[in-house]
């Protein structure tokens, strides 16, 4: 028959191994290897819309810190950028896995563009249902940025990354709202209009 101290130490090992049990699960479910979700609709400076959340593959996600809107145009406008090789993040959201960083899930990207708007007017939507770096543009038209003249680079463009998997109607959408933030800081001296995603890019 067991002794008491016998039964107590059996009860400490039954303890011990719950308790361990527990501890592995709790690594196991990668809780440590998360960063902090961000709602969608709050990334990127709200540019985000409830049908985009709804249309999301993986709408958990993480946004990366970049420039502000403002900061990234004043940048951009400054004489030694004014090149084909100057580019600004706008916008970048990532996996929630630490170990997944270097993949975005949708990042935008504003940078100069020889060309203007092929449609004659301000501002064109250039589409494409492909994934990553072939999912649409929005080139507009920004003579004098600035109050200074750079004839080789008429036009700014901003270009998609999106392997949220939007339609291509949200995909303009998206484009088109960075814009309407980022572009006023630019200073075009001309007036500029979007277009209507829901006729450039219908659903």
């Given amino acids: 028959m067991a002794t008491e101290p016998t039964r ?19 690594d196991s479910d990668g809780s440590d290897n998360l960063l902090k979700q961000t709602p969608l609709d709050q990334v990127c400076g709200g540019i985000f819309t409830h049908q985009m959340n709804k ?36 916008c970048r959201i990532t996996p929630l896995e630490k170990d997944k960083q270097i993949s975005s899930l949708v990042s935008i990207y504003a940078e100069w563009e020889a060309t203007k708007p092929r449609n004659g007017k301000s501002t064109e939507w250039r589409s494409s249902t492909k994934g990553g770096q072939f999912s649409g543009s929005l080139v507009i038209l920004c003579p004098k940025p600035g109050g200074r003249e750079f ?41 500029i209009t979007y277009p209507d995603p829901d006729e450039v890019a219908p659903r």
């Fill in 55 to 90: 249309e999301a593959k993986n709408p958990r996600v993480h946004a990366v810190k970049t420039d502000s809107y403002q900061e990234s145009a004043a940048e951009l406008t400054r004489p030694d950028e004014h090149t084909l090789f100057a580019s600004k993040k706008l």
């Fill in 151 to 191: 004839k080789e680079h008429p036009s700014v463009e901003l270009s998609l990354f999106d392997e949220l998997h939007l339609s291509n109607n949200s995909r303009a959408k998206l484009l088109i709202a960075a814009a309407k933030k980022f572009v006023p800081h630019m200073q075009c001296t001309n007036k």
């Fill in 8 to 26: 107590a130490a059996a009860l400490g090992a039954a303890l011990f191994l719950v308790l361990g049990t527990a501890a592995c699960s709790a």
